[in-house]
Nanobody, 129 residues
Framework: QVELVESGGGSVEAGGSLKLTCKADRYDFRHCGMGWYRQAPGKERELVSGIAGDGTTTYADSVKGRFTISQSNDKTTLSLQMNSLKTEDTAVYYC???????????????????????WGQGTQVTVSS
């Protein structure tokens, strides 16, 4: 079974930056893409950003212009550069692989119908003022 190993979470002051990294073990998720979800206390889990194998990306409106998603050449390493962090960005961030069809226009399929196939363990990002 594949696993997603995350790193880079932590605490930072508002306006600062963090970079999250997710590594996939012995698998390539280029067909359906990878992405980052987050869940803040009392809120539903939401897609922050995703990237398909062809490089097509998507971002939540709340992070556009501040976050940048990228992948290694072999598509097994996913990164999320988070700049100009706000206290509202505080959440547990989850790496996800094999995103549902329709989330990103550049997916090649076949892809899951509704939920990602794989999740990382989650990493806490805390932004303080």
């Amino acid at each position: 079974q594949v696993e997603l190993v995350e790193s880079g979470g932590g605490s930072v002051e508002a306006g600062g930056s963090l970079k999250l990294t997710c590594k996939a073990d012995r698998y390539d998720f280029r067909h359906c893409g990878m992405g980052w979800y987050r869940q803040a206390p009392g809120k539903e889990r939401e897609l922050v950003s995703g990237i398909a194998g062809d490089g097509t990306t998507t971002y939540a409106d709340s992070v556009k212009g501040r976050f940048t998603i990228s992948q290694s050449n072999d598509k097994t390493t996913l990164s999320l550069q988070m700049n100009s962090l706000k206290t509202e960005d505080t959440a547990v961030y989850y790496c996800a692989a094999d995103l549902p069809r329709g989330v990103i226009s550049g997916q090649l399929g076949p892809c899951p119908r509704q939920f990602p196939n794989y999740w990382g363990q989650g990493t806490q990002v805390t932004v303080s003022s």
